[in-house]
Every structure is written in structure tokens, then in C-alpha cells.
């Protein structure tokens, strides 16, 4: 159970003082989780085996290792392109802890480990634990000042290769029960504790993580030095106002988040990556310190985001430049950026959102990311990525330049070893409990074991998620007992694409879902969006959940510009597209008017097996190069997360219902990419 692992960690790790706050709600440990299903444990599975070893593999062979090495050794020369290239190898090594906690493995342990020692040999003997600087700290390139943490708020990267060290080492720690990580991390933390705080050094960290990596090391060791100096972090921002006749992104502090004190913020800006990771920690130092003015700011940045600044797949970062926020409403199909990482640091945040307020809306929008714009950026075999989730792409290319084709690795590789450390701890996301009160927030074939009033219980789940809408949990108790079961209903099920007026759907489902406990259909309330169940369950009863699935055509509000006129797909949780291979090598030339009906069928054979959606709608073509015409031509659309696994060619998410302009595109324009 996950408060007996938490109690051993904390016991094990050292001195521990009692937490006087935290939040409210706590999420059921994905060790306790045991998934049986079709979609998501051949995803895990695929990453401990290709993932995993392949991003390892790529450590070595790209240099990331030997930075280590060479930084034991204090000789040689730096031989990756950028300072945080150190968090490949925490990450990936998060990754295999979180894997060899559901699934042992006494090989990739022992790797591990060696991977360790190298790390510890590079550490030098206050803590400091930065290979770009120590291998040989008069020659450190542009990124890294001549002193430590001179560059931190720019470009160095020092506190952020620390949060992805805690965050890994906490991982480790509490899979396998070793300190051999912990404590090289805990030596850094304490050495970054004495150098910030109050009279002390006094930083916003460029890069944002170290704040929850510290609030990780908190929870295991109880020190509340570390919870300080996240505060301390969040508060130091504020100092570089934004400048307008600056064109200078690097020295206004929005980019960074650093325009303004973080409890006066308001709108999501900057790189959007460290944006949703401040707001994560921003969350977490709020439920543990009782802060209620950084809950009231991160309630009012959350807000912006889902009306404003949210694609319809869950990604967010519309901008290139700084890889970034844009505007209000600035949301371009054809220039979308929306990095890996943003949607990996999207459901981080909403999940400790949900944890603050206990609203189904943040699932919500957990729920959209995870399906969509964070899987997309994984190809099916495992080992291929997106670094950034287009949302059109006209003839291999999107309107960036950029082609659209995945890759086995990055210069720039965050977002793969992201996803390694991401995909095992899924099943963590989908229970969560506050005293006799048991959120389901995740539907996922899978047998967890939790605790309600002191007795252990088993909640088995059966359903075919999210190709279908019909759930079915067994309860399995010794003794009967009585608790609430909270049951997430979708907003898509009850008419609400997200929980604003940015994105909605243009008819209406008149069927409610239906609730049967043991054969019986019951009534119920619904409460924060969550349907709620209050019984004394006994051994075997069987509770169904009937969500109807339809399919529903999204439209956005009329301040995005760039989707006047077009509809999305969505189909339960999953965003469709079109894409070339499907339509006779083209996507952008289909039409789907507002009466066009959809048939689904289930194909297992295509993309690992997903649900297709086709209709008979009107597509342009192009007749002996100068005869446009429209024909009606069976069109089908797949899932957007599987895009981009046969080949490069068109795409599309937003389709225009009817035709009003003709835009002309030079075949050299769209076929040669820009220097």
C-alpha cells in the first residue's frame, strides 16, 4: 500500500518532522496499480523494452556519459552541445526506477547502478554536481559563467540539472531502497540550500524544476530546509519586469517567468515548458505551506490557459520563438509548436490542480493532454519522437519548415528521455482518495489495491478505454464497508468540450450516462463533475458505467482567428485527424460540413489497433493543373497520437466546413525547407 512505501521511505531516509499540511487529496501510488489493458501496459511495456535501453544507449554513444567520466577525471573537453545534457541520463534513469518498481529487473538494476557510480565519481566534494563546469571550469563556453550559478537565470542550467537529479534520485530511492542516488542528490541539495535563501544568494532559477525536485526530497527526508528553498525560488521571482521596447526575449522576464512576483501573475507566458513546471511547484508549495495567495495566483494562470491559450489536443506553447506562450487566443495551425516536454509539464500541473480543489475539470484536461498531444510525441515503435506535435502539414512540411518526420533522437533530446521518465507512472494518475471519499479519474483495465477505513480492498476494472464507453468495476473486500465512490464523468459526456468557452462542440448529447450497481440502475448526484456513489460495498459487487460515445465536431471560439470557418473530431477522449496515406496522399484538401455523419470501425491491424472514424464529404481536387473542382469522396481520419507512423505527408486536425477562399501554394514553397 502506498502509505506503508511512503512511511519506509520516510523512516529510512533519516530525520523526519511531522507535515503540518499537504494536499488534501492524494493520489494512489502507481505501484498499487496493475494494469491489464490493451492501450496502456503495451505502451509501458514498449518503453521498458526499446525506450529505456534506447535511451541509454544513446547516452553512451552521443557522449552524455563520458561527460561524467571526464568530469571525474577533470580533464578533457565538454562534448555535447548544451549544459543540461546531464538530465538525459537523470531522466532516463527515473525512467528505469519507476520501471523496476512494477517490473524487477536485476540487469537493468546492476546497469543503473554502474550509470550511478559514474554520476557520484563526477560529483565534487561539496556537492556540486555540474559536468560542464567541473571537466574544465576555465574553458565552460557561453552558457556557463566563469562562477558557479553566475549564469543560472540565463542560460546555465545548474538548478535545473539539480531538479531532474532530485526528481530521479527520489524515483530511485523509494523503487529500490537504495541510497546509493539519494544521497549524492541530498549532498547537492544541502550544498544548494546553503547557497540560497534568505541573506543568502537569491535567484529565479532560468529553468524551472529544481523547486519540485526539492519538494521530492522534502517528502522523503522530512528536512525543511528543502521545502524552504522551493518557496524561496517561487518568491524570487518578479525582478525583470517586461520591458515593450525591448526586442530582446532574453532579457525580458517574461520568458522565464520572471516579469512579475508569481502571486501577481495572471497569464501563462514565457517558455512554456518551465512555465508548467513552476506552476506544478507553485501548487505543491502551496498545499504544503497553506499559501493561499500562490493557490489564488496558479487558479488565475490555470484559467487563462484553458480559455485562451490551449490547443484542442491538450498541447500548449503556440510559439517557435522561445519555444513558448503567444498571445491570448494565439493558437496558428500551420506554425504550431507545442513541445513534447509542455504537454508532459501540462499534466503534471493539472494534476496537482486536482489535487488542490478536487474538480473533475482538471482531469479533464489531464485526460485531453494524455491522449493526444503527449502521446503523439512518441512513435509506436518506441524509439522515434516528436520534439514539437504539429497541428498541419502541408506536403511533409509545416509552414515553420520544419520537416515533419520523427526522429530517433534530438541535439536538444529532452523530450525523449521526458517520455521515459513519464509513460511507467501512468497508472499513479488514475485514483486518487480524501478520507472515505475514492476518486476514479482514469479508465483503465487494471486491479488496484488501496485502503479505505483501514481495510484493504481491491477495485478491479474491466473496459475497453477509450475506444468504448462502458466500465465495469468489481469491488473485492473481506468486510463490507462503506465509502464514496467518485466516478469522473467526463465533460465530453455531458457537452463541455473544456471547461471554458474556448473550445465546443456543435450539437449536444442528449444521452446522460447510465450507473448500475449488481444489475440495478441507480440515481445519483454529481459533485465537481464526479458522480457519486455512497454504499456500504460488499465482496463482488459489480458497478457499470455506460458513457455514451459519440462523435462530435469542435468548433473554437471566434477570437481564434486561424479556425474560423472548421471543425476538429473528437470521439470520447481522443482528437482525430486526417492524414495522407488515409486519403489519397493529401489531408488539407478535405471538407466537413456541418451535417456530415461519421461511421466508426475498429481496425486492429492499423497503428497497433485504433477506432476510424469515415463519411462521404466533398474533397478539392485539381484537375490537368488548372481546373479546381470538388468531389465526395469517402474520407477517414485516425487518432491524432498515431500520426506520422507510416511515412511523412499531409496532416490535418481542423477542417473547414465549407469553402470560401482558395489559398495558392508554390510546390517549392511547400517542398524546400528554409536556411
Known amino acids: ?152 537565470r540565463e542560460l546555465s542550467h545548474e ?3 539539480a531538479g531532474h537529479m532530485y526528481e530521479a534520485a527520489a524515483a530511485h530511492y523509494l523503487a529500490t531502497k537504495k541510497r546509493n542516488f539519494l544521497d549524492i542528490a541530498l549532498k547537492n541539495a544541502d550544498l544548494v540550500c546553503s ?36 518557496k524561496f525560488f517561487i518568491y524570487a521571482r518578479g525582478k525583470h519586469p517586461y520591458d515593450p521596447k525591448s526586442n530582446d526575449s532574453w532579457k525580458n522576464g517574461s520568458y522565464w517567468q520572471d516579469h512579475k512576483p508569481v502571486t501577481q501573475q495572471d497569464e501563462a507566458v514565457g517558455h512554456a515548458v518551465r512555465a508548467a513546471y513552476l506552476y506544478a511547484a507553485v501548487a505543491d508549495v502551496a498545499a504544503m505551506t497553506g499559501d493561499d495567495s500562490l493557490r489564488i495566483a496558479i487558479d488565475k494562470i490555470w484559467e487563462n490557459v484553458v480559455s485562451k491559450k490551449l490547443y484542442v489536443q491538450g498541447s500548449i506553447g503556440a510559439k517557435g520563438d522561445g519555444e513558448r506562450f503567444g498571445g491570448n487566443y494565439e493558437l496558428p495551425n500551420n506554425t504550431a509548436y507545442n513541445e513534447t516536454c509542455a504537454a508532459i509539464a501540462n499534466v503534471y500541473w493539472n494534476q496537482r490542480m486536482f489535487q488542490l480543489h478536487g474538480d473533475s475539470k482538471y482531469i479533464d484536461i489531464l485526460e ?77 483495465s487494471s486491479t488496484a489495491d488501496v485502503v479505505m477505513n483501514g481495510k484493504p480492498l481491491q477495485i478491479i476494472q474491466s473496459n475497453n478505454y477509450p475506444w468504448e464507453g462502458n466500465l465495469n468495476f468489481k469491488i473485492n473486500t473481506a468486510k463490507a464497508n462503506t465509502f464514496k465512490m467518485l466516478v469522473r464523468i467526463p465533460g465530453w459526456v455531458m457537452n463541455t468540450a473544456v471547461p471554458s468557452d474556448l473550445y465546443k462542440f456543435t450539437t449536444n448529447n442528449s444521452n446522460k450516462p447510465v450507473i448500475k450497481v449488481n444489475g440495478q440502475e441507480v440515481t445519483y448526484e454529481i459533485q465537481n463533475g464526479y458522480a457519486v456513489i455512497n454504499r456500504s460495498w460488499k465482496k463482488n ?40 496515406v488515409d486519403n489519397d496522399g493529401k489531408a488539407g484538401n478535405i471538407i466537413i460540413p456541418a451535417a456530415a455523419n461519421f461511421t466508426t470501425e475498429f481496425k486492429p491491424a492499423l ?22 473542382f470538388t468531389e465526395k469522396k469517402t474520407v477517414t481520419v485516425i487518432p491524432y497520437y498515431s500520426w506520422a507512423n507510416r511515412g511523412k505527408g499531409e496532416m490535418t486536425v481542423w477542417f473547414p466546413t465549407k469553402i470560401k477562399d482558395v489559398e495558392l501554394i508554390s510546390a517549392l514553397e511547400t517542398t524546400q525547407p528554409k536556411n
Not at 488514475?430 to 478520507?435: G, S
Not at 469542435?554 to 485527424?577: D, F, H, W
Request: net charge neutral; glycine share 6%.
Open 1 to 152: 500500500m502506498k502509505n506503508k512505501f511512503l512511511l519506509i521511505g520516510l523512516l529510512a531516509a533519516g530525520s523526519v518532522t511531522a507535515q503540518q499540511k499537504d494536499y488534501a487529496i492524494k493520489d494512489i501510488n502507481f505501484t498499487q496499480v496493475h494494469l491489464s489493458d490493451n492501450f496502456w501496459l503495451p505502451r509501458i511495456e514498449i518503453n521498458r523494452t526499446v525506450t529505456i535501453p534506447a535511451s541509454f544507449e544513446r547516452c553512451e554513444n552521443t557522449g552524455r556519459v563520458k561527460n561524467f567520466v571526464m568530469a571525474a577525471e577533470k580533464k578533457g573537453k565538454f562534448c555535447t552541445v548544451y549544459p543540461f545534457d546531464d538530465t538525459d541520463i537523470y531522466k532516463t534513469i527515473e525512467g528505469a526506477a519507476f520501471s523496476l518498481a512494477t517490473h524487477p529487473d536485476a540487469k537493468l538494476d546492476k546497469y543503473v547502478d554502474s550509470l550511478i557510480t559514474i554520476v557520484k565519481s563526477a560529483q565534487e566534494a561539496d556537492g556540486y554536481l555540474y559536468t560542464a563546469r567541473t571537466i574544465d571550469p576555465l574553458n565552460v563556453g557561453s552558457w556557463v559563467g566563469k562562477e558557479r550559478w553566475e549564469k543560472e
Open 159 to 161: 538548478l535545473y540539472n
Open 607 to 628: 497503428l497497433n489497433g485504433v477506432m476510424t472514424l469515415k463519411t462521404e464529404v466533398p474533397v478539392v481536387n485539381i484537375k490537368n493543373d488548372e481546373t479546381i
Open 368 to 444: 485531453r493532454t494524455l491522449y493526444n498531444g503527449l502521446i503523439s510525441g512518441i512513435g509506436l515503435d518506441g524509439k522515434s519522437f516528436f520534439y514539437t506535435n504539429a497541428m498541419e502539414v502541408r506536403n511533409g512540411f509545416n509552414h515553420n519548415d520544419i520537416e515533419r518526420e520523427r526522429s530517433g533522437w534530438f541535439t536538444c533530446s529532452c523530450c525523449p528521455t521526458n517520455v521515459c521518465r513519464f509513460v511507467p507512472a501512468v497508472p499513479g494518475y488514475m485514483y486518487a482518495q480524501k478520507d472515505d471519499n475514492l476518486y476514479v479519474n482514469l479508465f483503465i
Open 541 to 580: 459487487d459489480v458497478m457499470e458505467v455506460l458513457l455514451p460515445m459519440e462523435v462530435k465536431k469542435v468548433i473554437t471560439s471566434e477570437n481564434v482567428k486561424t479556425n474560423a470557418g472548421k471543425v476538429a473530431l473528437q470521439r470520447g477522449p481522443i482528437m482525430y485527424c486526417a492524414e495522407w
Open 195 to 230: 547557497v540560497f535563501g534568505p541573506g543568502k544568494k537569491s535567484v529565479a532559477p532560468g529553468h524551472e524544476i529544481v523547486e519540485m525536485g526539492l519538494v521530492k526530497l522534502f517528502r522523503i527526508t522530512g528536512k525543511q530546509e528543502y521545502l524552504n528553498t522551493a
